[in-house]
Structure formats: C-alpha cells, structure tokens
C-alpha cells in the first residue's frame, strides 16, 4: 500500500478521498490554488502545495505543476477524484514516466473511452446496444443524409465532448445546419476538437448508469446501477439506487452489459457505464463511459458497503479485487442529493460566505462537504457545495429519510437549491417512479417561490441566453449569475 498519496483535486471530493486515506494509515496531500489557500481540503491534508492563481487552467488543469508538487511531497500516487484532470490520458502518461502510480485506469483506456465515436465502436464490438446514429464523425456535407435515415429528432454530441457541452437537440430538416454549426463552435472552445456525430433522441428517457470496477489481474465486477435521471442541462441533482424502474432481468441484462464493455477493452479501477433506458424501461443503450470515481459513488457505497475509494488505492497498488460478483450484496435503497448555490427557483448560481452551517445527521445520513462555517463560495470552480445521502430498508423509506435531512440542513448566507430537492422529492412523478430526465425541466417551466424582482430578472435572463444560444461559448453561470443581480438592481 502507498505510503502517500497527493489529491490531484478540491472540495469535497479531496475530502473525502483525504478520510480514506486516513482511515487507511496514508498520509494525504493536496495540491490548491491561490483562491483555495483556506479551504477545508487544505486544513485537512497533511501536506499541502500551492500550484497557481485562482483559474483552473493555470493551477488544477496545469498537468506540469500537479506533478511537480507530487515529487515535491514525494508522493507514491496520485488521486484525481472526478473532473480536472481525471479523465486526462495526457496527464496519466507525465504522471507514470515521473515514477508516480496514478490511481485510475490506463492512459489508453482512458483515450479510447474518452471519444465518443470510439467508445461507441467498442460497445457494438463487444455486444452492448448503442442508439441509431453514425458510424463515426461526420461532415457537415453528410448530415442532413444521415439525420434523415436515422429519423427526427435527433442529437448533435461532439466526439470529444462531457458534461453537456456541444450537445443540441434536433427536432426537423430546418435546424440541422444552425445546430451543427452550434455544436461544433462550442465544442471547439470547450475540448479543442469540432469533430460531431449525430444519434436518435430517445423521448422519455432514463439514465442508468452502472458501477464498475476492474483489477489489474482481469478481475471485474459491478456494484449494481444508479438512476441520475433527475437533471437540469445535463447537471445531476438527484441519483439514487436502486433504480425502480427496471425489471430484475432487465438489470441482470444491464450488468452483464457493464462488465463485458470494461473486461473488454482490459479495464482497471473504479469506472462507471452509462446508459439510457427508453420509456417502457425495457430497452437500454450504451450512452459512454466515464473513466473515474463517480459524484454519485456514496450511494452505491451505503448499499453494498464497500469503499470505492479504499478499493481504488488497493487496485492502484497491485492487489487482486477481494470478491467475487457472487459476494456483493446490495441492501436497502440509498439517495443523493446534490448541495449547490444556486437559486431554486431559477438555477441561476449564488455566491456569498456561510454565516450558519447546521448538518444533518443521524443513522444512515452521511453528508460529504467542503463546508464550514465562515467559508466563501468562490466563483472559479465547478458549484457543488455539498451531497446528502441517506440510506433506508427501502426506497419510500429513504425518500422519508432525505427529506427530513433536507429540513434539518442549514446553510446560511448562500443561497442554495435544497427548497428544490425538496420539491421534487414530493413530486408524485418521482414518488412512483415514474419520471425521465425532463422532470426538471417541467417542474421549472412554473417555477414555485420565485415572485417579484427575482423571477422578472430570471426571465429576462433566460430570454437574453436563448437569444444567444448559438454563440460558440455561452456565458459561465457566475457570469449569469452576476447579470441577474444587475437585472434586480435595475428593477429596484
């Protein structure tokens, strides 16, 4: 086992990953920026090593400087967590030839699954269903001949894309070239790559994602699936497990599915296989592969009882998986919900210092933060504050249970989206089990508790963005952010 590790990371993923670590007899340090000089990761690591100012692509997305604080703390490996640099094959090879283990899978594996088109391919070789669409990229000439064999409504993705970016939704003939032309601008700002392809639009789909984890000796198993079809412009909010919607043989199906794509392509670590679930939740398609811990891991760890993180470390460090897939049990049903500074009412982000900090707590609540009284919500980075999970014997009873967490959770002086869980959560759609990733969408067209000067400015905002959606780069939510204010202020 390591005998220090360095969280190439921040947040309340490096704090999580820093109390494995601990747990487990490993010193942990940290890399940080000018703007994180206070944060709770850096109070918490044993060793910590400034590396830039506040923009993440002159401090954590800086591969050079994250490995040169790894050697400066003389670290054994290095912990990504998810986001930054964490699906980065370019970062995998400088960490490896420095003489550091990188706690995730192959830089290779990581390129191939990276691409989408690629990662598609493999799918289809190793028998997982994908969604009609293209073979591979295509150009601008071949589209509209490829958009109509596959069928309206469509999706433009860019190849190289994640996290929701470059994507458009195609509902005729008549929207193709400005959602193409869209698609490929932001892309190319976002991954330095224009290359798209087009696939089918599912209508009321699911999405149902599969844990994964492979050793270094050809071992891999799953630890069952996640429903995250609780969603705003491909942000998650919700996720929980198991998912209700589907059918014992329909997960059995699922699995095997997950499994077969990673022990193909020689997959080691902890990974994730996602796909859709179209609506009569029996048939299911490969949507891409994330190669790294999930946000959503805590939920898949209340309900087996596994460290995925302890399991990443030990993976990492050469050792065999110690269960078979016959071993692992799941029990009970477990939710998340994700703790972000934005405004219920219109998503749009907050800032501010917290003033009061009251945590749930209790049996089978477990909260992962980065909050602590006095702590600033800075505009630089990615806003997740904070998840909630909570684990009951089964899915009412923990719906039952992460409510009452969400009305003991105080978080003062930011304004934050719990009034917003809590609504969807009473959400009969999501009480039955009966939603698809546009349940979000719906709940807000009306949104509940926005009135007055706020809801005019949200309004006004959001018809400002779709009048410039085809920009090649949208603005960044703070920057949102700050034009709603300008907006109240105005209307004062």
């Not at 990188?102 to 191939?112: H, K, L």
């Amino acid at each position: 086992m390591f005998s220090k590790v360095l969280i190439a990371n921040r947040g309340e993923i490096a704090c999580r990953i820093i109390r494995t670590c601990h747990a487990l007899g490993i010193k942990a340090a940290v890399v940080y920026s000018e703007a994180d000089s206070k944060a709770l990761h850096v109070k918490m690591a044993d060793e910590a090593v400034e590396i830039g100012p506040p923009a993440p692509r002159e401090s954590y997305l800086k591969i050079e400087a994250v490995v040169k604080a790894a050697l400066k703390v003389k670290a054994d490996a290095i912990h990504p967590g998810y986001g930054f640099l964490s699906e980065n094959a370019g970062f995998v090879e400088a960490v490896e030839k420095a003489g550091i283990t990188f706690v995730g899978p192959s830089a290779q594996v990581i390129a191939q699954m990276g691409d989408k088109v690629s990662a598609r391919r493999l799918a289809q070789e190793h028998g997982v269903p994908v969604i009609p669409g293209t073979e591979g990229a295509i150009d601008d000439a071949e589209a509209e001949a490829a958009a109509a064999d596959i069928g309206y409504p469509i999706m433009v993705k860019a190849a190289d894309g994640g996290g929701g970016m470059g994507i458009r939704v195609v509902s005729g003939p008549a929207e193709l070239a400005d959602a193409i032309a869209s698609a490929r601008s932001q892309a190319e700002s976002a991954f330095g790559s224009s290359r798209i392809y087009l696939e089918r639009r599912l209508i009321d789909a699911s999405h149902v994602e599969v844990q994964v984890l492979g050793d270094k000796h050809g071992n891999v198993v799953h630890l069952f699936e996640r429903d995250c079809s609780v969603q705003r412009r491909n942000q998650k909010v919700i996720e929980e497990t198991p998912c209700a919607k589907i059918s014992p043989e329909t997960r059995e199906e699922m699995t095997a599915a997950a499994v077969r794509l990673a022990k193909g392509v020689g997959y080691s670590n902890a990974g994730t296989v996602e796909f859709l679930l179209d609506g009569d939740h029996e048939h299911f398609y490969f949507l891409e592969m994330n190669t790294r811990l999930q946000v959503e891991h805590p939920i898949t760890e209340m309900v087996t009882g596994i460290d995925l993180v302890e399991l990443q470390l030990r993976v990492a460090a050469g050792e065999a998986l110690p269960f078979a897939q016959d071993e692992i049990e799941a029990r009970g049903a477990a939710i998340e919900a994700r703790i972000y500074p934005e405004d219920p009412a219109s998503m749009l982000p907050t800032a501010g210092r917290v003033k009061t900090l009251t945590e749930p707590s209790g049996y089978d609540v477990r909260v992962d933060s980065a909050l602590y009284r006095g702590y600033d919500v800075l505009p630089h980075y990615e806003p997740l504050m904070a998840k909630l999970i909570v684990h009951g014997k089964d899915r009412d009873a923990a719906i039952a249970r992460l409510q009452k967490a969400l009305d003991d959770y105080v978080i003062e002086g930011v304004v934050t989206n719990i009034p917003l869980v809590s609504r969807v959560l009473a959400r009969r759609r999501f009480t039955s089990a009966a939603y698809a990733t546009g349940l979000l969408d719906e709940m807000l067209e009306q949104p509940a508790g926005a009135t007055g000067k706020e809801h005019i400015a949200a309004i006004a905002l959001a018809i400002a963005l779709r009048q410039n959606e085809a920009l090649s780069e949208m603005p960044s939510k703070w920057k949102m952010h700050g034009r709603r204010a300008s907006m109240v202020n105005r209307l004062s």
